[in-house]
């Protein structure tokens, strides 16, 4: 099964000082100073990299007669440096969730199609409509939509599918059309993959998945699956837009799942308060956080504490010295927690405290970074385990995915 992770252009510094925080890279220099995860390991941690049109306004030209380009790149693969060495596939999707909330899709199945054969992808997804339960407009009221205007939906992205497919023969595109089915229900999850199979597409997408629990998308996979297997139709490809269940892939292996992509390890790295990062005893640890003084929230904490910004920076200081210390065993883990915890009181997340103390001190006493290989690991040392900033917690992410592909993905 192929692991495809979502590009939001997470890049690190790979001259960033540890040590002083230096950034050698200006953030004019965002995008030749800093690497994709495929760059910092020896071996890429997935199999491919899906590109949104959701983040269409980068590619457009600047007239209509023009080569579309991203960063100046005519070729999608240039843009996300992946040479002979790195054999990964990249494929396109047109980024429902970004037009979730309009009726009319924003652009049309000719202009996706041209695209992605003009920017050299390898596959690429037909133009779909998001099938939702409701929307919101543009004075940001919430509006129902009925079963009728669901279907509706389902109904576009079917005849845009049998366009698309269409169009991409009729000019002979080498990259590979993926169907997009869209449902409301199991039943018409069904309809949507027959439909598209009777249209002669070999690989399907199933999207909209992300919005249900992992109970139900057991339930819409497993009754696609068996579908497709008693109807006796032609052996298919099926791909899972933005769907990681863990607990699912053993049976989605089984039911012989193509791929799918998710950015979920990656961004668990900063987005979750308990599940930070991902050990290679297959247990989540909590990062230690040390925001940057600099921060206008932490300012305002302080401010609001009555600390002064010489206390404030100092604090941090002592923070991020304890924990470096630690780390080299110089530095007993009472006075780490207590250097941490201190600068910790002006998060304002006073129901916590003993909580995190707990977390903290499980993932400080497990010293879990020394027992990674990986290269973010060998590098970054404890840094990997220290929330602040991008150029540590996107680290963090890399690890992540690393640690997934390896020890989760390839054993089921």
């Given amino acids: 099964m192929q692991y495809f ?9 790979p001259n960033f000082n540890f040590d002083s925080d230096f950034k050698w890279i200006r953030n004019s220099d965002s995008y030749t100073g800093r690497v994709y995860a495929h760059e910092i390991f020896k071996k890429p941690p997935y199999d491919g990299i899906l590109i949104s049109l959701g983040l269409l306004n980068k590619f457009r030209p600047s007239n209509n007669d ?23 596939k990249v494929m396109g999707d ?14 049309s199945v000719t202009q996706v199609a041209d695209l992605y054969d003009s920017l050299n992808f390898d596959l690429g997804i037909s133009l779909d409509h998001l099938v939702v339960k409701s929307i919101v407009n543009e004075n940001g009221k919430k509006i129902d939509l009925s079963e009728s205007q669901q279907e509706t939906r389902r109904q576009l992205s079917l005849e845009n599918a049998k366009a698309f497919l269409n169009y991409c023969r009729a000019k002979r ?7 997009a089915a869209q449902g409301l229900s199991t039943r018409t999850y069904i ?22 629990t992992t109970a139900q998308v057991d339930e819409i996979v497993t009754a696609i699956m068996e579908d497709v297997v008693s109807r006796k139709h032609p052996p298919i490809k099926v791909h899972l837009l933005g769907v990681l269940r863990p ?25 979750r308060s308990s599940m930070n990062y991902f050990g290679p005893d297959e247990k989540w640890y909590s990062a230690i956080r040390v925001p940057y003084s600099w921060n206008s929230n932490i300012r305002a904490s302080a ?24 780390a080299k065993s110089n530095e007993d883990l009472v006075s780490a927690l207590d250097a941490v915890l201190e600068y910790d009181t002006l998060l304002f997340r006073a129901s916590e405290k003993t909580d995190l103390k707990e977390r903290y001190k499980q993932t400080l006493q497990s010293r879990i970074w020394e027992r990674c290989s990986c290269e973010i690991c060998t590098d970054a040392g404890i840094d990997v385990l220290i929330f602040r900033g991008a150029n540590r917690n996107k680290r963090r992410g890399f690890h992540n995915v690393k640690i997934f592909h390896n020890l989760i993905l390839n054993q089921n």
């Fill in 303 to 326: 401010k609001e504490h009555g600390i002064s910004l010489d206390k404030l920076q100092r604090l941090e200081r002592d923070a991020m010295t304890a924990l470096k210390g630690f």
């Fill in 66 to 88: 023009a080569q579309p380009s991203i960063r100046g790149f005519t070729d999608i693969k240039q843009y996300l440096r992946i040479n002979s060495n790195n054999p990964l």
């Fill in 247 to 271: 607990q699912l892939l053993r049976k989605f292996r089984r039911f012989g799942i193509t791929s799918f992509d998710s950015a979920s390890y990656l961004r668990k790295a900063w987005l």
């Fill in 94 to 107: 047109c980024g429902a969730f970004s037009y979730v909330n309009q009726d009319i899709v924003p652009f």
């Fill in 173 to 179: 595109y080498s990259f590979v059309p993926i169907g």
């Fill in 191 to 212: 309809d949507s993959v027959d439909k598209l199979i009777e249209m002669n597409y070999n690989y399907i997408a199933l999207g909209g998945l992300i919005r249900y």
């Fill in 5 to 13: 992770i979502p590009d939001w252009e997470d890049r690190i510094d």
